[in-house]
Each structure stands twice: as structure tokens, then as C-alpha cells.
């Protein structure tokens, strides 16, 4: 099983910026579909977003246009781009791999993200 590893969160206004990083081992990245969710406290984990393996990606409708999934695969690490950031925004942030018998994830720990108003 594939544990990855976030980071990148952390307080901002809102309208501003984070990137966060998803660390998995570099075949992972390569081959299985990469998926965001996020989880409010006190409230459910939720979808954010998948990246499939030929780079597509989809969002809820809540991030569309302000959110962008990326990878570097030679690094192993998935990206999460989330621009104009609003206090709705604000969540525990979390990656899983999917795919098939060798993309199987664990939760990680998550990040951190607070958007003030």
C-alpha cells in the first residue's frame, strides 16, 4: 500500500495562493490516476480533484478555474495549484493514488489550510 506524504498548506487571506505537494514513489505518479480531497473540521472528507495518468484532470465545481492538478513525475510528487483562495477553502487537504492492484493508498496525514476572510 502507498502512503503519500502532503505538504504545502498554510494560512492565507483570502484571494491568495498555495500550492500543495503530494510526495508517492515515482512509479506511482506515473501510472495510477492521483486524487484530491479535502475535509472541513467537523464535517465529511470530500472529491477535489483527479489527475489521470495522461495528465487530464477534473474538479468539483466549487475549485474549477482556480485549482490546477500537475505532476512531476522524475520527482514523484503531484501538485495541487489553488489560486484565489476562499474561506471555504479551508481544510484538512489530502492525496490518494487509484488504479488498479499497484496503486493501492492509504490515508496520510494531510496539510493544513486556512483562507481568512
Known amino acids: 500500500q502507498i502512503q503519500p506524504v502532503e505538504s504545502g498548506g498554510g494560512s492565507v487571506q483570502a484571494g491568495g495562493s498555495l500550492r500543495l505537494s503530494c510526495k508517492v514513489p515515482e512509479d506511482t505518479s506515473r501510472r495510477c490516476t492521483m486524487d484530491w480531497y479535502r475535509q472541513a473540521a467537523g464535517g465529511q472528507r470530500g472529491w477535489v480533484s483527479s489527475?489521470?495518468?495522461?495528465?487530464?484532470?477534473v474538479y468539483i465545481d466549487a475549485v474549477k478555474g482556480r485549482f490546477t492538478a500537475s505532476k512531476d513525475s522524475a520527482k514523484g510528487t503531484v501538485y495541487l495549484q489553488m489560486n484565489n483562495l476562499k474561506p471555504q477553502d479551508t481544510a484538512v487537504y489530502f492525496c490518494?493514488?487509484?488504479?488498479?492492484?499497484?496503486?493501492?493508498?492509504?490515508w496520510g496525514q494531510g496539510t493544513q489550510v486556512t483562507v481568512s476572510s
Open positions: 490518494k493514488p487509484r488504479g488498479g492492484d499497484r496503486c493501492i493508498g492509504v
Open positions: 489527475l489521470f495518468n495522461d495528465d487530464d484532470a
